[in-house]
C-alpha cells in the first residue's frame, strides 16, 4: 500500500491484518528506543483518541499559540493605531477612545485566530484523516510515535521493508 509521514510519526496502511500483524512484530523485534507502535484495526471503538493521544498537549499549545498570537495582533493594532492618529486625526477626534480599541480589538482577534490556526497542527489532523478513512475503506494500520527525528528515522527503515508493493493494473 503506502505510507504516510509525518513529524515524528508514521502510519502505515496494510490490506489485511496478517500484514499489519507482521509489521507490528518487526517493530518489536527491531527492538526500536523512544518508539510506541499502535495498531488500529476496522471497527476499532475510539480509534479517533488512539490516533491522536496527545490531547492535553494540543490543547496546551493552542492556548499557548492564541495568546502570543493575541498579543503579538494587539501590537500592530496599536502600531495601526498610531499611524492612522498622524495621518487621519479626524477619526481620533470624533471618537478618541472608540477608535484606538476598535483597532486594538481587531488586531488582537486576527493575531488570535493566527495563533490558534497554528497551534492546531493541521498536518496531525491530516493524519487523523488519512487513517479513519483506512479504516473506513477497511484496511489494517500501524502508527508508530516516536519521540525524536532518529527513532523515526529507524522506524521508517523498518515499516518500509513491511509495506506491500501496490501491484499496477493493467
Do not use: C, W
Amino acid at each position: 500500500m503506502h505510507t504516510e509521514q509525518y513529524p515524528n510519526k508514521i502510519a502505515a496502511v496494510y490490506p489485511d491484518g496478517a500484514a499489519a500483524e507482521a509489521a507490528a512484530m518487526a517493530l518489536e523485534a527491531a527492538r526500536l528506543n523512544n518508539t510506541a507502535v499502535l495498531r488500529l484495526a476496522p471497527g476499532d471503538s475510539f480509534a479517533d483518541r488512539r490516533i491522536e493521544p496527545e490531547t492535553g498537549a494540543i490543547r496546551d499549545t493552542v492556548i499557548r499559540d492564541t495568546i502570543s498570537g493575541g498579543a503579538a495582533g494587539t501590537a500592530a493594532g496599536a502600531a495601526t493605531a498610531g499611524a492612522l492618529a498622524a495621518t487621519t486625526p479626524a477619526l481620533f477626534v470624533s471618537a478618541p477612545v472608540v477608535a484606538p480599541l476598535v483597532i486594538l480589538g481587531y488586531g488582537a482577534l486576527i493575531g488570535a485566530t493566527a495563533g490558534a490556526v497554528r497551534g492546531l497542527r493541521l498536518r496531525e489532523t491530516v493524519l487523523a484523516g488519512v487513517v479513519r478513512d483506512a479504516l473506513d475503506a477497511g484496511y489494517y494500520v500501524i502508527v508508530v510515535y516516536a519521540a525524536n527525528a532518529e527513532a523515526q528515522r529507524r522506524a521508517q527503515a523498518v515499516v518500509n521493508d513491511t509495506v506491500p508493493e501496490q501491484t499496477a493494473q493493467t
